[in-house]
């Protein structure tokens, strides 16, 4: 079974600090995505990775930045957590080259405070 | 990358089929169309997906226009465990980037 872990369930930060979110993979797929979801808006694209080292911005990327520097992992960046970066945080997998589906972690649920 | 437009929400009789549409408009010729579900407090699935032939798999038939810029997901006998939020996405070719909307949530009623 394909396998998406994301390190965290729970996460309580303080305003102000550095918070990693880390997700890992265990099937060698290129494609890794980081989302945001909130009541009432749905999935938000925030970054993807196509490839290690690369990376492009989503729909809502301020706030934020990631790292790939092995093929397995993708992690999420709050430079400097903000209350309005509360949220539930998934991430995804999937392969490039057969267009076949992605397979989300059970998220995480930061809190800012 | 195609936009999609899904009802907020929709009711089904259990044990009636589930016909969720989704409009898709502005899909490239490359894109196909994937639908995933997401019960409560869980991560999305994948359910099924196509490109411009009829689908069908153990969960799902996904039934695209001849057009293809519109597309319904039917689950044919609904049961109270398929009450979730359905995504309906369009993703392929150039295209890497993978974007939901609001989706759309099913409440399937006893």
């Known amino acids: 079974d394909v396998k998406v872990t994301q390190s965290s369930r729970y996460l309580v930060k303080r305003t102000g600090e550095k918070v990693f979110l880390e997700c890992v993979q265990d099937m060698d797929h290129e494609n890794m995505f980081w989302y945001r979801q909130d009541p009432g808006l749905g999935l938000r694209l925030i970054y993807f990775s196509y490839d290690v080292k690369m990376k492009e911005k989503g729909d809502i990327p301020e706030g934020y930045s990631v790292s790939r520097e092995k093929k397995e992992r993708f992690s999420l960046i709050l430079e400097s957590a903000s209350t309005n970066q509360t949220s539930m945080y998934l991430c995804?997998?999937?392969?490039?080259?057969?267009?076949?589906?992605?397979?989300f972690g059970q998220g995480t649920r930061l809190t800012v405070v | 990358d195609a936009k999609t437009t899904q009802p907020p929400s929709m009711d089904c009789a259990e044990g009636r089929a589930a016909n969720l549409p989704c409009n898709h408009s502005?899909?490239?010729?490359?894109?196909?169309v994937y639908w995933y579900r997401q019960i409560h407090s869980q991560g999305p699935q994948y359910i099924i997906h196509g490109l411009k032939n009829n689908e069908t798999n153990e969960m799902a038939s996904l039934i695209i226009t001849e057009d293809r810029k519109s597309s319904t997901l039917i689950l044919p006998h609904a049961t109270l465990r398929d009450t979730a939020v359905y995504y309906c996405?369009?993703?392929?070719?150039?295209?890497?980037?993978?974007?939901f909307g609001k989706g759309t949530l099913l409440t399937v009623n006893p």
């Open positions: 996405t369009c993703s392929g070719g150039s295209n890497y980037k993978l974007t």
């Open positions: 995804a997998s999937r392969d490039r080259g057969s267009w076949t589906e992605a397979f």
């Open positions: 502005t899909i490239s010729g490359n894109e196909y």
